[in-house]
């Protein structure tokens, strides 16, 4: 029986987590499970009834201390689903408020009863400042003002936290315009893991 992997993938706005997850999700045949596609729409919602700009999380304290634990629980919740029936899956998310605790996974996996044998395995995408900021304002989103308004406060906060994550394998990729992450170089990290 092969190992069944929760794949973490972390990294600030613009790093490339989507291009990466979205490369290991096909390349291992897991689910790809992105937190924005799961919950936007909900969110969204949440933010405009509570009276507050839709487009705002970073700078929005009613997102920050009542919505995003919840979008993160929805989404280890689907992680379950599909890790019961046998199916790996990718979690694409930054996951940055979790980083300080160290057992975070060890108590994801028992809060949202994951299976035993689940082996999670944390992706970190590293990326330069200036790469990172042209891909946020290329993407274009309107949730991404706020970042780039003031873009060396937001990627001097995105830098003080460093994953203190333990129980899990890490896989590192560097996702620099100059060194963009390859499907060559994602199979050689999977092949690593067997």
């Not at 029986?1 to 990294?11: D, K, N």
């Not at 689907?78 to 060890?106: Q, S």
């Not at 394998?169 to 092949?191: C, E, K, S």
Request: net charge negative.
């Amino acid at each position: 029986m092969s190992t069944l992997r929760a794949f973490f993938v972390i990294g600030p706005a613009g790093s490339g987590k989507t291009s990466v997850a979205r490369l290991l999700a096909e390349m291992s045949g897991a689910a790809y499970l992105d937190k924005d596609t799961v919950c936007t729409r909900l969110t969204e919602a949440l933010l405009e009834l509570a009276g507050t700009d839709p487009a705002q999380r970073d700078l929005n304290p009613y997102y920050q201390s009542e919505v995003m634990d919840l979008e993160y629980l929805t989404l280890l919740d689907l992680a379950r689903d599909n890790l019961a029936v046998g199916r790996p899956v990718v979690l694409d998310a930054p996951f940055g408020r979790y980083f300080p605790r160290p057992g975070y996974l060890e108590e994801a996996a028992e809060r949202h009863s994951w299976p035993q044998h689940v082996e999670p395995v944390v992706v970190q995408v590293h990326v330069d400042s200036e790469t990172a900021r042209e891909r946020v304002r290329a993407r274009g989103y309107t949730r991404d003002l706020s970042k780039l308004a003031d873009w060396d406060a937001f990627w001097k906060k995105a830098q003080e936290n460093e994953c203190e994550w333990t129980g899990a394998r890490r896989l590192v990729f560097d996702n620099r315009a100059d060194g963009a992450v390859t499907t060559a170089a994602v199979a050689h990290a999977l092949d690593g893991l067997t």
